[in-house]
């Protein structure tokens, strides 16, 4: 197995490279255009160059020449959010499972050179993943509802490596971390030119990750574990999590009860580190990182069955020209839509709606050429969330030329969201003409809008980021969530709002407490922000609010490093113009915003609680 993944893993980064070799000589220009007198011309330049469609053969392959067969329908009780239980549809016990019939229509249209692989309207049932091949565009028509099974073993039965008890595996990533996993609902790995479309938001596809898969009444997203909450209306539960039982931030008795069991060349001071103090660093979704920090090969990162690592729902590694298009998304496991090390990529007239834990809307990682268009999301955290590789997971490199239009958002933690899995570094990234609808303010609020996420574990870097023209009609949440700080922090704890309440958060101190290596400071440069239009609604004690602050830039906290010195300079985050805004009425009337290791923030034209700010600001 290893010698095989081995081989894969190569062939990943001959690929990289040879993406690198394509851009020589265009890197340049690239920056340079990212910080010429307009970088709107370099996010026409962009959208221009994905907005040609791929193109496939005409054949069409309708999947109920392969066997497939609709199916009917149940009610059952399931969790459709964090905390709320309803009676939903899913597929009747004995439901032909039309996996096998999916994956031969797929098959045979790859192999008659292409085309279009059809799901007629009606309700289906898979129990397995769909894996999208070159030149296959899976399209499902109006009305066509594809029910993935909800058992977490039928996505360890048909990935490509044997890893005897914890099953058929493919490889994945997770949190931005490479490991082998269960495959993903909708799964793609190292393919050009495919396609996942629909005829509009009645074709559906359906993680029900909400859906009890035992007697006990345990579903995907009770593997989320305990939660911090930051939001007591809409968070303050997992589903049917208690005492007892395992999820993935619980410490897991199936990994080792030492690093130098699989990492025997770390120093005992090394070991010492990754792994902090206890044992919590054997919970899965941390061991995981804790290989990456220990340099532990991909072979040797092996979860599946008898680990609580949930699959994203769609997950494309290492593809070329990918269309996501026309479709609606439901109840996913974890994350919604999870690209990594892809280039020219586009998602269009998506409705990403799933609000259990981890459901952010879309998460493209280390791709080059991005844009996200004219989609509506709804999420139980970020709506979209650029990442770029996590602790020594960065051979991918970084998030960039990426464009956010158009689009419509209303439950999440962030709007758009940059992080905090960003180690590989993000750049030349342009959101425009984007409603932050909030549309469930009351119950379920946007935490904040514009959001970046890091710190001295993720590191990396945040450059060229330029955002304009945002309608915030309802606000974001007006009442504050704090960030705990480490001991020996300049920032006491609970005293700073970067986990919700504010419209523009930096946060570059980002969950400090989760992180045992802190040693990569982060750079962030070069981020304009103008005509973002917040809008009041009614708070606590009737007042009218649009936020708790207007801004919180968090820089970097230099007294985080546990490295070995010399420690590397921490540098302020510097840059930053916002202009011609009005951020509404914040509940902190006598602190409209909070600066700390910032150089140079230029307020030009802006308003806050009816006062118009001209300055420059430094902490």
């Known amino acids: 197995m290893s010698k095989t993944i081995n081989q894969q893993r190569r062939s990943v980064m001959k690929a990289a490279s040879a993406t690198s070799l394509a851009l020589a000589g265009g890197v340049p220009a690239l920056a340079s255009a990212a910080t010429a007198v307009d970088p709107w011309e370099r996010a026409a330049d962009i959208v221009k160059r994905l907005s040609k469609p791929p193109v496939f053969r005409k054949q069409d392959f309708d999947v109920t020449k392969y066997g497939a067969a609709t199916c009917k329908l149940v009610k059952v009780e399931a969790w459709k959010s964090f905390e709320e239980q309803d009676e939903m549809n899913t597929p009747a016990p004995g439901a032909k499972d039309c996996y096998p019939a999916f994956a031969a229509a797929i ?88 396609a996942l479309t629909g005829e509009d938001w009645t074709s559906i596809i359906d993680g029900q990750g909400g859906v009890p898969f035992n007697s006990a009444g345990d579903c995907w997203w009770t593997w989320k574990g305990k939660t911090r909450t930051k939001n007591s209306v809409a968070e303050n539960s997992v589903p049917n999590f208690g005492p007892g039982k395992l999820a993935g931030n619980i410490e897991n008795p199936a990994n080792p009860a030492s690093l130098a069991e699989v990492a025997p060349n770390l120093t005992e001071e090394e070991r010492l580190q990754i792994q902090g103090e206890g044992g919590k660093w054997r919970a899965d979704e941390q061991y995981l990182p804790a ?229 990569r400071p982060p750079v962030v440069d070069n981020i304009h922000i103008s005509n973002v239009k917040v809008g009041n609604v009614e708070a606590k004690g009737g007042k009218q609010a649009s936020c708790y602050q207007a801004v919180v830039i968090l820089g970097p906290v230099a007294s985080d490093y546990n490295g070995r010195a010399p420690m590397p300079t921490v540098v302020p985050v510097t840059n930053v113009t916002i202009s011609d805004c009005d951020f509404g009425t914040p509940a902190s009337t006598e602190s409209p915003w909070f600066l700390y290791n910032v150089k140079g923030l230029k307020l030009n034209n802006v308003t806050i609680g009816g006062k118009v700010h001209n300055t420059d600001l430094s902490a």
């Open 291 to 519: 290989l990456s920090e220990a340099g532990v090969p991909l072979a040797r990162r092996v979860f599946g069955l008898g680990h609580y690592l949930r699959p994203s729902m769609v997950h494309i590694i290492s593809c070329t020209n990918v269309l996501l298009q026309g479709y609606q998304v439901q109840h996913t496991p974890f994350w919604q839509h999870h690209p990594v090390h892809c280039r020219n990529i586009v998602i269009r007239k998506v409705h990403a709606v799933s609000h259990g834990p981890n459901s952010d809307g879309f998460d493209p990682e280390a791709c080059d050429h991005v844009l996200v268009e004219g989609c509506t999301f709804d999420a139980g955290d970020d709506c979209i969330a650029i990442k770029a590789g996590k602790n020594q997971d960065t051979h991918f490199g970084p998030s960039q030329n990426i464009v956010i239009q158009d689009c419509i958002m209303h439950s999440g933690h962030g709007a758009v969201t940059l992080g905090s899995e960003m180690a590989g570094g993000i750049q030349n990234v342009y959101a425009q003409n984007l409603v932050f609808q909030n549309a469930h303010w009351k119950t379920n609020p946007l935490n904040t809008a514009i959001r970046l996420k890091t710190n001295l574990n993720r590191g990396g870097y945040l450059r060229n980021f330029y955002v304009r023209n945002i309608s915030i009609p309802n606000g974001v949440q007006t009442s504050p969530a704090f960030y705990a700080s480490l001991p020996g922090s300049p920032i006491q704890s609970r005293t700073v709002a970067t986990a919700a309440g504010a419209v523009v958060t930096f946060d570059c101190d980002y969950a400090p407490i989760a992180d045992t290596v802190r040693t």
């Open 107 to 194: 098959a045979a249209c790859s192999k008659a050179g292409g085309g279009r692989v059809v799901i007629p309207a009606g309700d289906w049932y898979c129990a397995g993943p769909i894996v999208l091949l070159s030149n296959v565009n899976v399209h499902l028509k109006a009305g066509a509802h594809i029910y993935f099974s909800n058992q977490p073993a039928d996505y360890a039965k048909y990935g490509d490596f044997d890893c005897g008890k914890n099953g058929k595996l493919v490889i994945t990533r997770w949190q931005s971390n490479d490991c082998l996993n269960f495959a993903s609902p909708i799964y793609a790995y190292g393919q050009d030119n495919i």
